[in-house]
């Protein structure tokens, strides 16, 4: 299973970016997904999370900022990210839940993707 990240970029302060990330393999269900980021000298920080049935968390950080959501058909997630701000600088990390068979469900992690957000 790979998850494969995209979307980054640099943006000024104010400005949008909408990650996406895909989840590909040998796949029989993919669980909570979501993305995480890590900022230079910084634990990686939970951004947020979203359930197969949709039901969406976030960090109070990005609360009214981002959207998480998700295609469950294409086993995609993606984070709309609106009105970024200096802090928001960081590698943003996606990760999921996934079932390989009914039995084995492991956490797997994309290669993070470069956020920078200039003023």
């Known amino acids: 299973v790979q998850l494969q990240a995209s979307g980054g970029g640099l943006v000024q302060a104010g400005g949008s970016l909408k990650l996406s990330c895909a989840a590909s393999g040998s796949i029989y269900r993919v669980g909570v997904m979501g993305w995480y980021r890590q900022a230079p000298g910084k634990q990686r920080e939970l951004v947020a999370t979203i359930t197969a049935g949709g039901k969406e968390k976030y960090a109070e950080a990005v609360k009214g900022r981002f959207t998480i959501s998700r295609n469950n058909a294409k086993n995609t997630v993606y984070l709309q990210m609106e009105s970024l701000k200096r802090e928001d600088t960081a590698v943003y990390y996606c990760?999921?839940?996934?079932?390989?068979?009914?039995?084995?469900?492991?956490?797997?992690w994309g290669q993070g993707t470069q956020v920078t957000v200039s003023s």
């Open positions: 990760n999921a839940d996934v079932s390989t068979d009914w039995f084995n469900s492991h956490d797997y």
